[in-house]
């Protein structure tokens, strides 16, 4: 199984501030072929499920506000909040899709500083 | 737009059957390019795949091995939905719940159900 490990646990950043997540997978989950990083980033707020903001590593999902950016290849991933916002407070996760059995980080819990 | 409508009892007791069912709209649970998965999520577990069915010209199913023993995932192409089963519950299987599509990621979940196994 691949595993996934976010850093921080959890952050606190003042408002209109970068927040920054990382995202380690223990083995890389780039497609050769397709040249693309099966990695997807979720946001989830309590009694919500996970809402996908980011897919491919980098793409945004339609009607994500772009002050949320992903980057990163093969095993090492960011997720950037380039400037916080009061709803933004959440927990972060990313997660593979490179295979099965798909796995998660233990997420990011982001908070108000 | 697709929506995922969970439903299913939110209290088993150990050694019974779970069961719930996912019923989507906006979408074909036949469809030759999605996959429908179930997820569950815990604080013990965090976040956990448990497994998914899909059609590609005959039906699919796959799970993750830590449950592979007691699941079942099943397509109802009648009511356009799918369900899970997990035998032999214990509370350990006690999470919230969720059907999600997956186009290589899940793009759409079920609102959760919250399952509690207890007698």
């Known amino acids: 199984d691949i595993v996934m490990t976010q850093s921080p646990d959890s952050l606190a950043v003042s408002l209109g501030e970068r927040a920054t997540i990382n995202c380690k997978s223990s083995?890389?989950?780039?497609?050769?072929?397709?040249?693309?990083?099966?990695l997807a980033w979720y946001q989830q707020k309590p009694g919500q499920p996970p809402k996908v903001l980011i897919y491919?590593?980098?793409t945004r999902e339609s009607g994500v506000p772009d002050r949320f950016s992903g980057s990163g290849s093969g095993t090492d991933f960011t997720l950037t909040i380039s400037s916080l916002q009061a709803e933004d407070v959440a927990v972060y996760y990313c997660?593979?899709?490179?295979?099965?059995?798909?796995?998660f980080g233990q997420g990011t819990k982001l908070e108000i500083k | 737009q697709v929506q995922l409508q969970q439903s299913g009892p939110g209290l088993v007791k150990p050694s019974q059957t779970l069961s719930l069912t996912c019923a989507i709209s906006?979408?074909?649970?036949?469809?030759?390019?999605?996959?429908w998965n179930w997820i569950r999520q815990s604080p013990s577990r965090g976040l956990e795949w448990l497994g998914r069915?899909?059609?590609?010209?005959?039906?699919?199913?796959e799970y993750a091995v830590s449950v592979k023993s007691r699941i079942t995932i099943n397509p109802d192409t009648s009511k356009n939905q799918f369900s899970l089963q997990l035998i032999s519950v214990t509370p350990e299987d006690t999470a919230v719940y969720y059907c999600?599509?997956?186009?290589?990621?899940?793009?759409?979940w079920g609102q959760g159900t919250l399952v509690t196994v207890s007698s």
């Open positions: 999600a599509r997956e186009i290589y990621y899940f793009d759409h």
């Open positions: 906006g979408d074909s649970v036949s469809s030759n390019s999605d996959t």
């Open positions: 069915t899909y059609y590609r010209s005959k039906w699919y199913n």
């Open positions: 083995q890389s989950v780039l497609d050769s072929s397709s040249n693309k990083n099966f």
């Open positions: 491919w590593a980098s």
């Open positions: 997660q593979q899709y490179y295979s099965t059995p798909y796995t």
